[in-house]
């Protein structure tokens, strides 16, 4: 599998959210994207940075920019993490890790007690208007992703620069 590099074509994404509703990251050239990977709702890391990203979602969408989350497997159980926490970006359901594979960012096996695979590294992917990786972050820990006001930032660079940084 080739490696990921800043400015190549993103990897295409088809997955439905956790209502079973379709989303296509090529319904979004125009707009840059951030997409938030998850290891999943077991996870407090995970479910911390959902939380918090949520807040910042009526600040990052007027600034030309979807916010998702993505997440391998586990549909009901993440439904219902929306549900309880009111988290307000969608939360797309990789089913089959093809996503996770394409990005490099799935450990194909379940882990103990969770009952559905889940990805190796919680993960950050910023997607400019045209369709390029244009900055991703994929880390084994908690530490070193960027912030939401660190997206912010970028994105306002962004804004003087054709919607790419």
Request: glycine share 10%; aromatic share 12%; proline share 7%.
């Amino acid at each position: 599998m080739p490696k990921l590099l800043n400015g190549q074509d993103a990897p295409d994404i088809r997955l439905l959210d956790t209502d079973g509703q379709p989303w296509n990251l090529s319904d979004y050239r125009g707009k840059m994207v951030i997409i938030h990977a998850g290891r999943g709702c077991y996870c407090h890391t995970t479910r911390s940075e959902f939380a918090l990203w949520s807040t910042f979602k009526h600040i990052i969408n007027p600034m030309n920019c979807e916010l998702v989350y993505m997440v391998r497997g586990g549909r009901e159980q993440h439904k219902s993490y929306r549900d309880t926490w009111s988290i307000r970006p969608r939360i797309l359901i990789d089913e089959d890790g093809a996503v996770g594979d394409a990005y490099d960012i799935y450990q194909p096996h379940a882990d103990e007690g969770v009952g559905y695979p889940v990805y190796k590294a919680p993960s950050v992917f910023l997607i400019d208007q045209y369709g390029k990786l244009s900055q991703f972050w994929i880390l084994s820990g908690p530490r070193g992703r960027p912030s939401p006001e660190c997206l912010l930032g970028i994105l306002a660079l962004a804004k003087e620069n054709d919607w790419t940084y």
